[in-house]
């Protein structure tokens, strides 16, 4: 079984950043692929982000392309999100998932999954 823990969510204002943290017990083939989705209150899941540990491939969601970025560091087996400008609408827990695919995790389907952070924009 492998953990996945998020950290780094909290109550920002419009127009802030903020680095979201997802790190891994373990590392195995079903965390090959790690992604990022939110939920906000009254709606469904939506995908995020997605990436590889060797970094090759990362791919966003449309909605999120040009302030989130994605990365890294295969030494610490954690992942970063960084979401810039933030706004209202940003509102949401985000959760972190892993599969052995991107394609997997593009489709929603997370092996693991970690508990979520919320992120509360004021505005």
């Known amino acids: 079984q492998v953990q996945l823990v998020e950290s780094g969510g909290g109550l920002v204002q419009a127009g802030g950043s903020l680095r979201l943290s997802c790190t891994a017990s373990?590392?195995?083939?079903?965390?090959?692929?790690m992604a990022w989705f939110r939920q906000a209150p009254g709606k469904e899941r939506e995908f995020v982000a997605v990436?590889?540990?060797?970094?090759?491939?990362?791919y966003y969601a449309d909605s999120m392309k040009g302030r989130f970025t994605l990365s890294g560091d295969n030494a610490k087996n954690t992942v970063y999100l960084q979401v810039n400008s933030l706004k209202p609408e940003d509102t949401a827990v985000y959760y972190c998932a892993s599969s052995l695919t991107i394609e997997a995790l593009r489709s929603g389907r997370g092996t693991y999954w970690g508990q979520g952070t919320q992120v509360t924009v004021s505005s």
């Open positions: 373990r590392r195995t083939f079903n965390t090959a692929a």
């Open positions: 990436t590889t540990w060797s970094g090759s491939s990362t």
